[in-house]
């Protein structure tokens, strides 16, 4: 366990890899674990600090620098989580994970530890409605699929009524898209069945789990 988990447990426990083996980020996750996997090597592949270029002529005095939207910026919050690229053209990003001089305005930022871990509750429920509304008429592309788990991550249990709704319309969301799908290797298939089964089990929405 590293130091930001003993500050911040993880509420959904995942185990440990080894995320410098390979892995081809083309080939579909075939189960919810390898679809972990994959967050996780995705997310360590990327700086925890970034960087921004400022300048200081244009700063006034005692002023802060945050690079997040505030808490009523919709269409911020998207474009923050999803990136300019997914969420203006609704398409997916290929291969730019992986490249060093990665640009987080257009691809998104990922849902690090050090950014979710000092988000409030109203923050988390904010952003989970925001990305629920956007997910309303579109696949669950891994940006959103990451954002997502993250987000259910940081709520805390017992439920407060708003998380209660929103939780239960995102489940329902993936059950949709899941019916949709018409090949069983879909490789959308294994996240989707990880959200509602986050959402029927660990939330106890047990009206919504699976049929065993």
């Known amino acids: 366990m590293n130091f930001d988990e003993e500050l911040m447990p993880r509420q959904l426990p995942v185990d440990d890899w080894d995320t410098t083996e390979d892995f081809d980020p083309s080939v579909p996750p075939r189960t919810p ?17 970034v960087v921004a270029v400022i300048d200081p002529r244009k700063l006034k005095s ?7 939207p505030s808490l009523e910026d919709e ?25 060093p001089g990665i640009d987080y305005v257009q691809v998104g930022f990922p849902p690090l530890l050090s950014i979710v871990s000092r988000m409030s509750q109203p923050t988390v429920f904010n952003i989970l409605e925001y990305l629920i509304i956007w997910f309303g008429d579109k696949k669950l592309y891994p940006e959103l699929g990451r954002w997502l788990y993250a987000l259910l991550a940081c709520i805390e249990k017992p439920l407060l009524p708003e998380a209660h709704s929103l939780i239960r319309q995102l489940a329902r969301r ?17 996240a989707l069945n990880l959200l509602i089964c986050l959402v029927a089990r660990y939330f106890q929405q047990c009206d919504l789990a699976d049929n065993d």
């Open 62 to 68: 005692n002023q802060t620098v945050n690079i997040s």
């Open 174 to 190: 993936c059950s949709e898209i899941r019916a949709k799908l018409e090949n069983p290797e879909d490789g959308e298939l294994s």
């Open 75 to 99: 269409e911020g919050w998207k474009k923050f989580c999803l990136g300019e690229k997914l969420y203006l053209n609704s398409s997916p990003v290929t291969n730019e994970i992986d490249n």
């Open 33 to 49: 674990q390898e679809y972990l996997k994959r967050v996780q090597i995705e997310a360590s592949r990327c700086p925890e600090v």
